[in-house]
């Protein structure tokens, strides 16, 4: 018999499959060089403060983007937008980073890399728009596992690093990066097809303007306000999106400075990572591919809650226990982030899907923005405090799911 994750992509068709395709030509340069992105801005001297810093910079940016984004989005049609930012938001950056010099290099990688936004609510119309609802779990989990493939490459990044030292190697990577994701985007732009909202959209926008369309969203707004479960949405949202800028911007800083781990072997993590990231996908998905959102999700974090409690707690030079921490990590990032994609398309007004992302992206990043630096600023004061507000965020979102599950109920009991 089939794997039922096999069985989905062979009957993936049209926009789906282009996009799932065509994942792992971005996924595998980006997740060559993410583990070294804050130790290759330590090799120019900038403090943990600087670096959180650029983080907020971008996260500052980004919520300028994600207001547009949406606007851009239905005017230009999801097809264009896709191309267009998506070139302007990794292709440009990856040489910035290749040529960076000291901090003001960063700065305005960061200011360009923030256009991701855009291209994120496009490229998210473009994948689920035209897709069975029922398809959507198997939809993320592949484009995940795309990602992931970058598994059979992290490897390279270490051994170069090792041969070339970081710097020259990471100038390559970004160079690398640039090729590799720019034929990405051509190659997809070749194979998509503009949606059939998508049409609807910029017929309905053609003869506005940019800030007419935009102060529409205020109806937009009020739609979400009444909307609860829509509300718990935004709130895990945000919890898995400040503690992603925590752990992208200082995992590699603490296990470097206070785990003592010397940088050429950082590659070993991302690759067990993606590579047990890979088996959940396969072994346990389909197990909980039908399930209600509320157990996994609840499982999730609490998994999540003990890696942070044993990164926190490993002892200089051991290598074991951050593989323990990598392994919860691995299970807690596979079960949660699809669940949670899936709450978020299910929940959305699929006439006003555009509008409705750009402005959830808007509240999220927002509230998001701050915790680079607030972030930088507890590194300073002791490597473990990031952390430790961490595993508070992940209690925080586990309340999220119960009372979310709640409403859900409560919501179902009344329509019977």
Known sequence: ????????????????????????????????????????????????????????????????????????TDKLGRKRATLIFDILAWSVPSLLWAVSQNFYYFVAAAVVNSLWRVTMNSWTCLLVEDTPEEQLVDVYSWIYISGLLAVFFTPIAGLLINQFSLVPTMRGLYIFAFVMMTTKFIVMNAFVKETRQGL?????????????VLSEYRGVFRQILVSPRTLYVIGIMLVMSISNTINNTFWSLYVTERVMIPKEHLAIYPFARSALMLLFFFLVMPRIREMNFKRPMLIGFTTYLLGQIILITTPQGSYIPLLVSTFLEACSVATVNVQLDRMLVIDVD?????????????????MTAPFGWIGGQLSEINKNLPFLLNMGLFAIGALLVYLSSRQERKSASLLS
């Not at 282009?18 to 992105?37: D, H, K, M, Q, R």
């Not at 609807?200 to 007419?212: G, K, L, N, P």
Request: some cysteine.
């Open 1 to 72: 018999m089939a794997h039922p994750l096999i069985t989905s992509l062979k009957t993936m068709r049209g926009n789906t499959r282009a996009c799932v395709l065509t994942e792992p030509l971005w996924g595998i340069p980006f997740n060559l060089y993410a583990p070294y992105v804050s130790v290759y801005m330590r090799s120019f001297d900038l403090s943990d403060t600087q670096i959180g810093l650029i983080t907020s910079i971008g996260l500052s940016l980004q919520v300028i983007t994600a207001l547009f984004s949406g606007v851009i």
């Open 200 to 212: 609807v959209r910029m017929q309905e926008t053609r003869d506005q303007s940019v800030f007419s």
């Open 350 to 366: 699929p006439q006003e899907r555009a509008r409705i992302l750009a402005i959830i992206y808007v509240i999220v990043i927002v």
